[in-house]
């Protein structure tokens, strides 16, 4: 077993770099092999079976705080330093507007809901994104401290268990890492599992299907641990569940991670980077995964944010648009519940360098599918999109909604470290709008 750090991709203002450090064959930073997850998993599953729904969520993250008025509440009313500075485009909704940058998805609105009261109170990257995907503020993780609460797709793993028992899919896939993802005290057992980087490409041993059913072989076609693990002779001592772990990578469970079994043409559709993981979230929630989380960074824009927007928004224009038509087309709709987000929005004025500032008192959401009441707009901005007019819409509330869509108790408790019965959801209700 061994790290990986996959290189920066982005850097947010406060210094903080987005780094994955991967471990082969396991999940992110917890240290788990796949065979320990399986073993475990196992045990936990056992003890705590729990009813399953079969929808899922796709939760997109825009790391780095996405500018609410040029993604979905452009004002074009409002005086000109606090108007889209990449305009507006009409959506397929009468008198529903939204960013100048994203005319597909505006297309697609009727898809789509987009939410302009929605707001918490931390504008710090590291506070702001454990707020928005726990539901909980964590002021230390401003300094850098991890999660104290768990993040929503490991309570689904406790809940569900943390493998589809059909397929042996993970309940909980990431594409990358994000602060507040994690299972904090929930458990290792129910961290995601992890398929940046090189744990995506050691599920794919680089020898022929003959030389598969040689171990030896095997171990020569997963990168680098396979001289280690002949040294040591490891492969004699296999257990059932380290077997289990090699049978996932040898099995058709497998080749839902690789969207080279998409036709050529929706793999275009969807295009590279952004795209491709879009395509990939498409396909595990369509094989039974419940909660997939994709990451796309490079939205803190303290400067020139219309060459930031012209340069971000058409990447998520065109995979978020492709993902809505794809999953639509497969009758996915009603199952599949995409939510848009970042840590908080950005403030209402320009300043002096043509950005906007870190601001969480009005933030950045939409949500398509997961049998939603969708093709609205839910509450509203003041003038110059400075706070909620109409009452906040909170992360515990959002918290709540997708707790619905997934079938959670929002009286769900688990015991914390101290033996504490814990409630997941504090205080959130599910958004009436969308019920």
């Given at each position: 077993?061994?790290?990986?750090?996959?290189?920066?991709?982005?850097?947010?203002?406060?210094?903080?770099?987005?780094?994955?450090?991967?471990?082969?064959?396991?999940?992110?930073?917890?240290?788990?092999?796949?065979?320990?997850?399986?073993?475990?998993?196992?045990?936990?599953?056992?003890?705590?079976?729990?009813?399953?729904?079969?929808?899922?969520?796709?939760?997109?993250?825009?790391?780095?705080?996405?500018?609410?008025?040029?993604?979905?509440?452009?004002?074009?009313?409002?005086?000109?330093?606090?108007?889209?500075?990449?305009?507006?485009?009409?959506?397929?909704?009468p008198g529903i507007s939204i960013g100048g940058t994203f005319p597909k998805l505006a297309a697609h609105a009727d898809k789509m809901a987009f939410v302009r009261s929605f707001a918490h109170r931390n504008s710090g990257h590291g506070g702001g994104?454990?707020?928005?995907?726990?539901?909980?503020?964590?002021?230390?993780?401003?300094?850098?401290?991890?999660?104290?609460?768990?993040?929503?797709?490991a309570i689904l793993a406790r809940y569900r268990g943390p493998n589809n028992p059909a397929t042996g899919l993970p309940t909980y896939v990431r594409t990358s890492s994000i602060l507040g993802d994690g299972p904090a005290?929930?458990?290792?057992?129910?961290?995601?599992?992890?398929?940046?980087?090189?744990?995506?490409?050691?599920?794919?041993?680089?020898?022929?299907?003959?030389?598969?059913?040689?171990?030896?072989?095997?171990?020569?076609?997963?990168?680098?641990?396979?001289?280690?693990?002949?040294?040591?002779?490891l492969m004699d001592g296999l257990d059932s569940f380290e077997s289990q772990a090699f049978d996932l990578i040898l099995s058709k469970a497998r080749e839902t991670f690789d969207i080279k079994h998409e036709p050529a043409k929706l793999i275009e559709k969807y295009g590279t980077g952004l795209g491709q993981q879009m395509l990939l979230a498409r396909r595990l929630v369509e094989a039974g995964v419940g909660f997939v989380t994709v990451s796309f960074g490079g939205?803190?824009?303290?400067?020139?944010?219309?060459?930031?927007?012209?340069?971000?928004?058409?990447?998520?224009?065109?995979?978020?648009?492709?993902?809505?038509?794809?999953?639509?087309?497969?009758?996915?709709?009603?199952?599949?519940?995409?939510?848009?987000?970042?840590?908080?929005?950005?403030?209402?004025?320009?300043?002096?360098?043509?950005?906007?500032?870190?601001?969480?008192?009005?933030?950045?959401?939409?949500?398509?599918?997961?049998?939603?009441?969708m093709g609205q707009v839910v509450g509203e901005s003041t003038a110059k999109a400075e706070v909620p007019k109409s009452t906040p819409i909170s992360p515990q509330d959002l918290m709540a909604t997708i707790f619905h869509v997934l079938g959670i108790p929002q009286d769900l408790h688990y015991k914390d470290p101290t033996g504490r019965p814990t409630p997941m959801i504090q205080g959130g209700k599910p958004i009436a709008e969308l019920i």
């Open positions: 077993m061994f790290d990986v750090s996959i290189s920066r991709r982005w850097t947010d203002c406060d210094g903080s770099t987005r780094r994955d450090f991967i471990k082969i064959g396991a999940l992110g930073l917890t240290g788990l092999t796949l065979a320990d997850l399986n073993r475990t998993r196992a045990a936990t599953q056992a003890k705590n079976p729990s009813p399953t729904r079969n929808t899922s969520v796709v939760w997109l993250w825009l790391g780095g705080g996405p500018t609410h008025v040029e993604t979905f509440d452009p004002k074009p009313e409002a005086p000109v330093e606090f108007r889209s500075v990449t305009g507006v485009v009409k959506t397929n909704i994104t454990h707020w928005v995907m726990t539901g909980y503020n964590f002021v230390a993780a401003d300094n850098g401290a991890g999660a104290n609460k768990p993040g929503i797709g005290w929930l458990g290792a057992p129910y961290a995601p599992f992890d398929i940046g980087g090189r744990t995506r490409q050691n599920m794919t041993p680089q020898v022929s299907v003959d030389r598969l059913n040689d171990r030896r072989a095997l171990l020569h076609g997963i990168d680098d641990v396979n001289r280690e693990i002949d040294r040591t002779g939205w803190d824009m303290h400067g020139n944010i219309k060459a930031g927007m012209e340069r971000n928004g058409p990447k998520v224009d065109q995979a978020v648009s492709a993902f809505l038509e794809d999953v639509h087309e497969r009758g996915l709709s009603q199952n599949v519940l995409l939510v848009i987000t970042g840590e908080f929005g950005r403030t209402p004025r320009i300043n002096g360098n043509a950005g906007r500032d870190h601001w969480a008192p009005l933030s950045t959401l939409a949500l398509a599918g997961g049998g939603l009441k």
